[in-house]
C-alpha cells in the first residue's frame, strides 16, 4: 500500500528552481507532520525541512532563505519550493510522515543541479 508519492525532480543549472509534491492519503495528511529530508551519494539522510499539521514550520540551517515547505489540506498534499538550487544540492529528495497515523516514506525522486 502506497501512503506517499512524490513528484517534481529532475535536472536544473545552479541557481534555478525545482517544486517538490507528495501526495498522501488522507488518513496520514490529516494528523501527520510532513517532511522532506535527502541524501546525497556516500552521506547520510538529512532532514530539508518539516512542517506540522498546524504549519508550523522547521528548516534544515543550509536550507533557509532557498528553499520553502508548505502544504495543501485540501489535497493531501505537501510541497517544497527550492529556489537559489546548489550542486551541492544534488541528492534524492524523500517525503517522510509521522506521526499518529505511523511512521512513512516516499520512494524518493532525483534532483541534481548541474554547475
Known amino acids: 500500500q502506497v501512503h506517499l508519492v512524490e513528484s517534481g525532480g529532475g535536472l536544473v543549472q545552479a541557481g534555478g528552481s525545482l517544486r517538490l509534491s507528495c501526495a498522501a492519503s488522507?488518513?496520514?495528511?490529516?494528523?501527520?507532520?510532513m517532511g522532506w529530508y535527502r541524501q546525497a551519494p556516500g552521506k547520510q539522510r538529512e532532514l530539508v525541512a518539516r512542517i506540522t499539521t498546524r504549519g508550523r514550520t522547521n528548516y534544515a540551517d543550509s536550507m533557509k532563505g532557498r528553499f520553502t515547505i508548505s502544504r495543501d489540506n485540501a489535497k493531501n498534499t505537501v510541497y517544497l519550493q527550492m529556489n537559489s538550487l546548489k550542486p551541492e544540492d544534488t541528492a534524492v529528495y524523500y517525503c517522510?510522515?509521522?506521526?499518529?497515523?505511523?511512521?512513512?516514506w516516499g520512494q524518493g525522486t532525483q534532483v541534481t543541479v548541474a554547475s
Open positions: 517522510h510522515s509521522e506521526g499518529p497515523a505511523g511512521s512513512f
Open positions: 488522507s488518513a496520514i495528511f490529516s494528523i501527520n507532520a
